[in-house]
T-cell receptor, first 113, second 109 residues
């Protein structure tokens, strides 16, 4: 199993550009999330999904969209990039409700100029 | 809302025992998790407390007291590889974690 994979590993954008951060997991997990981590900070929840076709907002959803058309994939879309979105983005997944272990992807480092 | 407080940095020597505290404010939660993150890496799950008391996993133990809004992570027999950041996180829903700002642990020889 590859676990949770994220692409790209690093991206530079100009203000106003849009892009999609990809996340995929091969563990057949129902639950997936996107977090951002700013320097010296903890992770903050952007959006999450409890199954295919079901998504909801987290703590900091503004400027981001998500969709969950399959169990495996959970892409994060930046609609119009802003310097405040410069961060490291982590995707995570979890199995059934009795398992509390979140598996994190390696992260995408995003720089918005 | 929810908030969690952790010390920003803790230092210890190899072989020692260190405790990383976490105090929180919340209107409700399912449990408290702990994650380890090395510089440039992804968080990795260490431990979870759904109920009050101590959970032990190898060299790591975690404790929760809901009445005191307090938890801690205990690391025993410290090794150099334990130098990392440690985060406590409240589980507030099926896939919703609220993280603390993290504690940087520096282990010296």
């Amino acid at each position: 199993n590859a676990g949770v994979t994220q692409t790209p590993k690093f991206q530079v954008l100009k203000t106003g550009q849009s892009m999609t951060l990809q996340c995929a997991q091969d563990m057949n997990h129902e639950y997936m999330s996107w977090y951002r981590q700013d320097p010296g900070m903890g992770l903050r929840l952007i959006h999450y999904s409890v199954g295919a076709g079901i998504t909801d907002q987290g703590e900091v959803p503004n400027g981001y969209n998500v969709s969950r058309s399959t169990t495996e994939d959970f892409p994060l879309r930046l609609l119009s990039a802003a310097p405040s979105q410069t961060s490291v983005y982590f995707c995570a997944s979890r199995g059934d409700r009795g398992a509390e272990t979140q598996y994190f992807g390696p992260g995408t480092r995003l720089l918005v100029l | 809302g929810q908030s969690l407080e952790q010390p920003s940095e803790v230092t210890a020597v190899e072989g020692a025992i260190v405790q990383i505290n976490c105090t929180y404010q919340t209107s409700g939660f399912y449990g408290l998790s702990w994650y380890q993150q090395h510089d440039g890496g992804a968080p990795t799950f260490l431990s979870y407390n759904a109920l009050d008391g101590l959970e032990e996993t190898g060299r790591f133990s975690s404790f929760l007291s809901r009445s005191d809004s307090y938890g801690y992570l205990l690391l025993q027999e410290l090794q150099m590889k334990d130098s990392a950041s440690y985060f406590c996180a409240l589980n507030t829903g099926f896939q919703k974690l609220v993280f603390g700002t993290g504690t940087r642990l520096l282990v010296s020889p």
